[in-house]
Every structure is written in C-alpha cells, then in structure tokens.
C-alpha cells in the first residue's frame, strides 16, 4: 500500500516542529495536534477566519491550508503573541474593549488585527471592518472588535509602547 505521507518541518511560533502529515491534513488540524488550540476549525470551507493562522506573515485560514504547504515556513498563532507573560496589545485591547462573548472566533480576529496595525496603524472604522471580514462573530459582537481594534491602534502609536 502506498502513503502519500510527508514529513515537514516547520517553526511555530518560534518553534522548531517536525510532523509526518498526508496530503489531506490541513494546517489548523496539524497546529492543534502540537497542542495549541486557539485556532479552531469551525466551517472547514475557509468561510468563517476561526482558523486563521500566520503563514510567513500573511493570514490564511488554516482549515483549507493544505499543511505540506507550511514546509519551511514560519507558522505563528494566538499562543504565540503573548511575550514574556505580557499579553499582545491587540490582545490587551480586546480583553479592554470586550471584544468577544463566547471567545470562539477570537483568535482569528486577533490575528487578524494585528495584521491589519501592521500595514495600518491608523484604520478607520471602514478599513477594520473591510479587513475583518473574512472573520464570523456569531455572537455579534462587531461593535466591540472594531473599538478594540482602534484602542489597540492607538496603544501601539503611543511612544511607551516598546515594539517586541
């Protein structure tokens, strides 16, 4: 009988993981067999962002990354923002401005977040709410995501605040 399994390797969140994986394994399944468990696999069609992972940088959903493609590239999550017990101050401003109800799509709006400060640290309610709307919140908690997303903004301009 042939495999079409593969091993790859790859960093998460600054880690360096090795996982045998079949070409039908999606990143997020691959992530949550390392234990992190923040990005959850909720649609499985790339739908609803509550799998968003970091690719090298740039946001996919991980439910329809295939998880050979993460050979060799830097993976990061929600687990991986936090910094020597500090949360992000994406994170920060999310907890601040009660930015989630039940909590399941947060990660992915986070992640999400603080790729678009990145590019953009002054949006405007239009451009938070363009960039975010690849991500679901069932629990319609749109309002307090966008607030967030501005006070973060606002933290991160601030001159105290020490880049990590």
Do not use: W
């Amino acid at each position: 009988m042939s495999t079409t399994s593969t091993l790859i390797q790859f960093h998460l969140n600054g880690e360096p993981v090795a996982r045998q994986v079949e070409a039908y394994h999606s990143l997020v399944e691959v992530v949550r067999d390392c234990g992190l468990h923040g990005a959850r696999e909720s649609c499985g069609q790339g739908l609803c962002g509550c799998c968003t992972v970091v690719v090298n940088g740039q946001a996919v959903t991980g439910c329809i990354y295939p998880a050979m493609h993460a050979d060799g590239a830097e993976v990061a999550t929600i687990e991986g923002l936090a910094r020597d017990g500090q949360l992000d101050p994406v994170q920060q401003a999310f907890i601040d401005a009660g930015a989630f109800q039940c909590g399941f799509c947060t990660p992915g709006f986070i992640l999400m977040a603080k790729q678009l400060l990145a590019h953009n640290p002054e949006p405007q309610d239009h451009e938070i709410r363009n960039h975010l709307a690849g991500n679901l919140c069932r629990c319609g908690a749109y309002p307090e995501i966008v607030k967030a997303v501005k006070l973060a903004a606002e933290r991160l301009r601030a001159p105290t605040h020490a880049a990590p």
